[in-house]
């Protein structure tokens, strides 16, 4: 087959300027996305993004906009 699911990595995520307030902890396998993107979002600063502070593991590229 051209493409084996077994295989297969999300290597880069752009979540940017998507209106999200929360990101699920169980939404994918955060700390095996090599480049991640979350800036421009209102996120809401609670216990259900505590875990994203938490984990070392989780690279983010980029939270906030590009500066001017």
């Known amino acids: 087959p051209i493409f ?3 295989h297969t990595k999300l290597e880069r995520l752009n ?3 998507c ?3 929360t990101l ?3 939404m994918v396998k955060w700390h095996q996305i090599e480049n991640l993107f979350i800036g421009g979002n209102p996120y809401r600063c609670d216990e ?4 994203l ?13 590009e500066p001017r």
């Open 19 to 21: 209106n999200l307030t």
């Open 48 to 51: 259900r993004l505590k875990w």
């Open 15 to 17: 979540l940017e300027y």
């Open 24 to 26: 699920s902890f169980d």
């Open 53 to 65: 502070m938490d984990d070392t593991e989780v690279k983010i590229d980029k939270v906030g906009p």
């Open 4 to 6: 084996d699911r077994r």
